[in-house]
C-alpha cells in the first residue's frame, strides 16, 4: 500500500487541508504537496483541477493514479489505505462518536465566523469583494463557468447570511455550542472520542485553530471550557501540529 505515491493538492489555509495533513503526518506517509493558490490566482478553477475535482475546492488527494475528493472521504481513506497507526476506533461507540464529531464541525459555516467579527474597510466588505473577483473570472473564462456559478451563488448566499443579525447570531452559536459539548466529550480523557487520537482530532484540533484564527478564543478561557484549552495546549505539543502546519493566528490571506 504504501508504495504508491501520495500527493495533496494543498492551500495551506484552507481548514479542510489542515485536517488532512494532520491525519497525514499522524500516520506517518510520506507525500508530495502541489500548492493551489485560491486566493490571488483562482487556480482551483483551473480546467486541469477542475477535470480532478469537480468542485473547485482543495484538498484533492491522488493515491497512486486514484483521485480522492471531499475531506470527509479523504480523510478516512488516508487511515484505511495507507501505512500507519490505525486513526479510527473499533469499539462501535467510540467510532459512532468520532464520526458526529467529524460531521458537527463540518457542518459549521466558517465564512460566517470569519466575517461576522471583521467589519467593511473602506466601505465594502470582503464578501462582496469576492463576489466582483469571482464575476469577472466568470466573464474572462466562461469554459470555468460550472465551477465558478456554484462559487458565485456560494458566495451570494454567505452576503445574504451576514446582513441577517439573527443568522449570524445562530451560525455563531452553532459554534459556540460545539465547543461546550467538545469540552463535555473531554471530561477524563485526553481525546475528543476514544482513548487515543482518532480522525476526531483531526478535524477537532483544526476547528479548534479557526475559531482562535477568527477571534473566538475566549470560548476556552477566563475559566470557561477548561478542558479544550488543555486539549488545545495538548495538541498544539504533538509533532503533528507542527508538520501540518496548523494555522491559528494572522489575517484572512491565511485561510
Same mark, same amino acid.
Given at each position: ?17 489542515? @485536517? ?51 475531506? @470527509? ?24 462518536s468520532m464520526e458526529a464529531i467529524m460531521h458537527d464541525v463540518m457542518a459549521l459555516h466558517y465564512g ?144
Open positions: 500500500m504504501s508504495s504508491r505515491r501520495v500527493l495533496l493538492y494543498d492551500y495551506p489555509g484552507s481548514i479542510c487541508c489542515q @485536517m488532512t495533513r494532520l491525519t497525514l503526518a499522524e500516520k506517518g506517509v510520506a507525500y508530495a504537496k502541489h500548492h493551489i493558490d485560491i486566493m490571488d490566482k483562482a487556480e482551483q478553477f483551473e480546467p486541469w483541477y477542475t477535470a480532478l475535482n469537480p468542485r473547485a475546492v482543495v484538498p484533492t488527494l491522488a493515491i497512486g493514479d486514484e483521485i480522492v475528493t471531499d475531506t @470527509m472521504t479523504i480523510v478516512p481513506r488516508i487511515d484505511r489505505e495507507l501505512d500507519g497507526p490505525a486513526l479510527t476506533p473499533s469499539a462501535p461507540e467510540e467510532r459512532a460566517v465566523l470569519l466575517y461576522a467579527k471583521r467589519p467593511a474597510e473602506g466601505g465594502r466588505s470582503p464578501v462582496v469583494e469576492r463576489g466582483i473577483f469571482l464575476r469577472r473570472e466568470r466573464e474572462a473564462h466562461p469554459e470555468r463557468a460550472e465551477a465558478l456559478d456554484r462559487r458565485i451563488a456560494g458566495n451570494d448566499r454567505l452576503k445574504e447570511i451576514l446582513a441577517d443579525a439573527s443568522e449570524v447570531e445562530r451560525q455563531v452559536a452553532a459554534a459556540r455550542a460545539l465547543v461546550d459539548r467538545i469540552d463535555a466529550a473531554l471530561v477524563g480523557r485526553d481525546f475528543v472520542s476514544a482513548a487515543r487520537w482518532t480522525l476526531a482530532d483531526a478535524f477537532t484540533t483544526a476547528a479548534i485553530a479557526r475559531f482562535r484564527l477568527h477571534g473566538y478564543g475566549g470560548w476556552w478561557s477566563n475559566g470557561e471550557n477548561e478542558n479544550v484549552a488543555r486539549y488545545y495546549a495538548r495538541m498544539q505539543a504533538r509533532k503533528s501540529f507542527v508538520e501540518a502546519g496548523v494555522i491559528d493566528s494572522g489575517t484572512e490571506r491565511d485561510l
